[in-house]
């Protein structure tokens, strides 16, 4: 704070390492003055070429050091030789603005530049444009790549931004003068509520001393208890009234059990809302933050309130796919104590300059958000539809921020769909955009679902988790409520499931349940689907006791949240008896397996994908029982309801096989064989070629096709070995 050339308006042209001492009182002392000229003084044209020596290797009037013409003294700490040109450029080379290496006119801006170089190499212990000739620290500053600190740097990452546009190669895109660098510098997000406190205090004596100012501050207050009106609208007795009509009138056997837990999450979250809305106006009315800060906390919670006000229209013409999910719809809403973060909220985009395309932006982040909310109420094609014409537009526009957002938000519904390709492409775009224009956020959650999508193909798992560690890294530059790495760990446990490694796999899971368990507020859905996983990677690791564990977990969760009646529930209440029936508790496995199919076939009707493992669970375990009739029949109805509708599913393989092993028990070997066959044409368009299913299927075709027919009195039998 003490540099005189920025202080006196006089541009000191020569800022570096050795100009700067510290006394014996710990102040910083800066010398070298004679290099010091007023803004009076006579600019010389500019030049693209760069500045030379006085002739004959003299010293300037501005100089204080001696200069051989063609000489530049190396050394690998810094450049130690000045050059000089009347009005244009002085100085050391290794620290010389872009106006000083190409003849342009300097100012306080080039000082700004200097001093950037100089704390960049004492924080990082390097220079950002380190070369070992002039033309090389010319051409890097001419390109103005500020490089990344160092990967172990201890520094905060807010450092380097006020850093890096401070050595901006435009001077109007510095920062407007060292005071605004400075101040940034000391900006410490850590530290705010602390100052806050002394800022309090300062104002409280002051109020004593001033009652105008207090009664004004006294004014803004009372004010800030007027945040609830903000929500009038989007969430207030109408619009609650109006949701609970639509939800009874669904007539879904789950909705009087969904209604009062949506009700409870959006009263939660609406009151966290109206909160930080009043934190934000009482910090400016307390002098603890400024008008743009408060405009800035004010802003994200206006994005907030689109997706709530989104949601709750949704709701409002409620049908039977929002009610089921609408409870994990409520707790994907954006987190709110996001908007009290100051550094996040610093370190985000600036909204474009044109006031025309900045209200575009907003109107198309409002469409957005009514796609985002279709995807989590399980209305996926619809979303696609609303989403990719925004993407289209945004685009269109040019705004960096928008269009990642909204590849974003196309590849998270084309992975719901299960559309892979498009989704990865979309998700692709996204990390790009994300990682080049520092929107962590965007380029965490691009990062985590790709890897989902990438991991899901046999042979790209090595692809998938090549990338772990980086994606780690963009979560905590992220700073979320946590949401993001229970995202990430949950994909990369199942990456690592499929892949075969257990061990890690159960660690990714247990990380993503003690993430979700820290997060604030009511307990979030995806606990209970992470045990899900938990089980159905127990099953097939032939842990049946764990799985069972995991999957009575599930369902206690999923009971907590959604109510006994939810056919998320029946789900677990399945898997329960998939346990069972391996653990040759066949009386329990029958229960649980009649139990889930019962609830399910009242919420999704007797012909849905979801029924295939109760139909299929039951098969088997009466076939077990050497009930033929019975398991026929679920056998029977399991594959023509995927016959109608057109599935293609591992169970339906199952069922194909357990129809088979029934002929095989008649005698009927070439029934038997065709029923095996079509069963390993199921597994490889299921799960694809070289599978262990598809070729047991195929030998045991194989097999039951090269035994013999007998005949006996007037039918043929086919005979066994």
């Keep these: 704070r003490d540099l005189p050339g920025r202080a006196w308006g006089r541009p000191g042209e020569d800022s570096k390492p050795d100009n700067v001492l510290v006394d014996g ?46 000489v530049v003294e190396r050394s690998p700490a810094r450049w130690e030789a000045r050059l000089t040109q009347h009005g244009n450029a002085l100085g050391t080379p290794a620290y010389m603005s872009p106006e000083q290496h190409f003849g342009r006119t300097v100012g306080p801006a080039s000082d700004q530049f200097s001093f950037a170089i100089t704390l960049y190499e004492a924080l990082y212990g390097a220079r950002p444009f380190a070369g070992d000739t002039w033309d090389m620290i010319r051409k890097r500053v001419q390109a103005g790549a500020v490089p990344p600190p160092p990967p172990h740097s201890k520094v905060p990452w807010r450092l380097y931004r006020v850093i890096a546009r401070a050595l901006s190669r435009d001077p109007d895109e510095r920062w407007p003068d060292l005071d605004a660098m400075i101040a940034a510098l000391e900006h410490d997000p850590w530290r705010l509520r602390s100052r806050a406190a002394v800022v309090l205090g300062l104002v409280g004596a002051t109020a004593a001393a001033s009652y105008t100012l207090a009664s004004v501050q006294a004014d803004e207050r009372q004010r800030c208890h007027a945040s609830a009106r903000e929500l009038a609208g989007v969430w207030d007795d109408a619009r609650e009234a109006a949701a609970a009509r639509a ?43 400024t008008s743009r800060m408060m ?17 709750v229209d949704l709701f409002t013409a409620a049908d039977r796919s929002v009610v089921e999910n609408a409870v994990q719809a409520v707790a994907a809403l954006p987190a709110v104590e996001a908007c009290g973060d100051v550094d996040a909220i610093l370190g985000a985009s600036a909204p474009p300059n044109d006031p025309g395309v900045a209200a575009r932006v907003e109107s198309l982040r409002e469409r957005l958000a009514r796609a985002a909310v279709l995807e989590d109420t399980g209305q996926f094609e619809p979303g696609i539809a609303l989403a990719e014409p925004i993407r289209g537009e945004a685009r269109g526009l ?42 962590h956020a965007v380029a965490a959650e691009a990062l985590a679902r790709r890897i989902f999508v ?26 979320d409520d946590g949401r993001l790495a229970a995202l990430l760990h949950n994909n990369l446990g199942v990456v690592r499931d499929l892949d075969g490694d257990a061990e890690l796999a159960r660690e990714r899971y247990a990380r993503t349940i003690a993430v979700l368990r820290r997060r604030p507020g009511p307990p979030d859905p995806l606990i209970a689907i992470t045990y899900h996983n938990l089980g159905n990677m127990e099953i097939d690791r032939g842990e049946y006791a764990a799985a069972r564990a995991h999957f009575n977990a599930a369902r206690e969760q999923l009971t907590h949240m959604l109510g006994d009646s939810h056919p998320f529930v029946a789900h677990a209440i399945a898997g329960l008896g998939d346990a069972d029936a391996r653990l040759g508790a066949h009386t329990a496995a029958i229960a649980h397996y009649t139990q889930a199919l019962a609830s399910m076939e009242a919420a999704y009707g007797p012909e849905h994908l979801y029924l295939l493992q109760p139909l299929t669970g039951l098969g088997e375990v009466h076939a077990r029982l050497g009930q033929a009739a019975l398991a026929g029949q679920y056998f029977e109805r399991a594959v023509a309801m995927a016959d109608k509708l057109g599935l293609v599913h591992e169970l339906l393989a199952r069922s194909l096989a357990g129809l088979a092993e029934l002929a095989v028990a008649e005698g009927a070997f070439a029934r038997a064989s065709s029923l095996y066959s079509r069963a390993a044409q199921v597994h490889v368009e299921a799960a694809g070629a070289g599978t262990v299913e598809a070729a047991r299927a195929s030998q045991r075709a194989r097999e039951l096709a090269a035994r013999p027919p007998v005949r006996t009195n007037r039918r043929t039998v086919e005979m066994g070995p």
């Design 247 to 289: 939800f009874a009138a669904t007539e879904a056997p789950f909705a009087a059990d969904v209604w009062p837990r949506v009700q409870a999450r959006l009263g939660a979250y609406t009151r966290a809302w109206i909160g930080e809305h009043r934190a934000a106006c009482e910090a400016h009315a307390s002098g603890a933050q």
């Design 25 to 70: 009182n710990g102040h910083a002392r800066v010398l070298d003055f004679g290099l010091v000229r007023t803004d009076a003084d006579p600019p010389a044209e500019p030049t693209d070429e760069p500045c030379a020596a006085t002739d004959g290797g003299a010293a300037s009037s501005h100089s204080t050091l001696p200069l051989a013409v063609d």
């Design 398 to 439: 040019g705004y960096a921020p928008l269009i990642a957002e909204a590849e974003l938000a196309v590849g998270r519904l084309y992975l719901a769909a299960a559309r892979t390709a498009e989704a990865e492409a979309a998700l692709t775009e996204a990390l790009r955009l994300g990682v080049a224009h520092d929107l």
């Design 454 to 479: 990438v991991g899901a193909d046999p042979g790209r798992r090595v692809e998938a988790l090549a990338v772990e560690v980086f994606a780690e890294a963009l979560v905590q530059r992220a700073r």
């Design 295 to 311: 405009d800035l906390r004010v802003a994200c919670l206006g994005r907030r309130k689109l997706h709530l006000a989104a949601l």
